[in-house]
């Protein structure tokens, strides 16, 4: 008999996402960012404590107050609805059926399932029905649900689907490149490896549209 936990470590080292949305608890934002520090920052300190270490040294002494901040402030900070950036879009009517693409937009994302970072890039590209945005709105995006506990597919469609929301079309695309450290550092250990994860919305599902967009980025898995 497989024990749950041996179950679930396999499901998460075998990076299987189960929903599109990051799943939330709907009580998650009854504690004030400052609450989840203090609380997390407990908890820091007992993994640490746990582990054996003296957290009297100096150069311990702020860690568990670090991460806290860090966890709820930044690498976590876009779980919490109230910081997706602003929907502002514009009408251009001369871009009408253009397609816009922004290439190598920086992705630093956490693994859900082992808490490693995830570095990479997007490509994000849509075709206009007359309403485009500014572009670093799209890497606003990204950044937002880059800083969540992630798993990259889902990061991959939950950029797509917004961006789909924002500019009222299914005509979007993303793909992102990345290495997970929890392949690269631990586990099997394979330093070379970067992970692709696509979604196609709309016309992108049309070959010639796909193969287009996928010129445009020239996927270089180089970085
Ligand atoms: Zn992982």
Not at 26 to 38: L, P
Not at 45 to 65: R, V
């Amino acid at each position: 008999m497989i024990h749950n936990d041996d179950l679930n470590d396999q499901l998460g080292d075998d990076h299987i996402a189960t929903s599109a949305e990051t799943p939330l608890r709907s009580d998650a934002f009854e504690m004030s960012d400052e609450e989840k520090i203090n609380s997390i920052k407990k908890d820091v300190e007992n993994i640490l404590n746990t582990l054996g270490l003296d957290l009297t040294d100096d150069s311990l002494k702020g860690t568990p107050n670090r991460v806290a901040k860090m966890f709820v402030k930044e690498i976590f900070g876009g779980l919490h609805p109230h910081k997706k950036p602003g929907s502002s879009t514009f009408e251009n009517k001369y871009k009408y059926g253009e397609m816009l693409v922004e290439k190598n937009i920086t992705v630093y994302s956490t693994c859900e399932h082992h808490l490693l970072p995830i570095v990479g890039r997007a490509h994000v590209a849509y075709i206009s029905n007359g309403t485009v945005v500014g572009l670093s709105k799209m890497n606003r995006i990204v950044d937002y649900y880059a800083k969540r506990p992630q798993v990259q597919e889902r990061l991959t469609i939950q950029i797509v689907q917004e961006l789909q929301r924002v500019l009222n079309t299914e005509d979007v695309a993303c793909v992102i490149d990345a290495k997970h450290l929890c392949v690269n550092s631990r586990g099997i250990r394979d330093i070379e490896s970067s992970t692709v994860t696509a979604e196609f919305g709309g016309k992108f599902k049309e070959d010639k549209v796909r193969r287009e967009f996928l010129d445009y980025i020239k996927l270089d898995t180089t970085f």
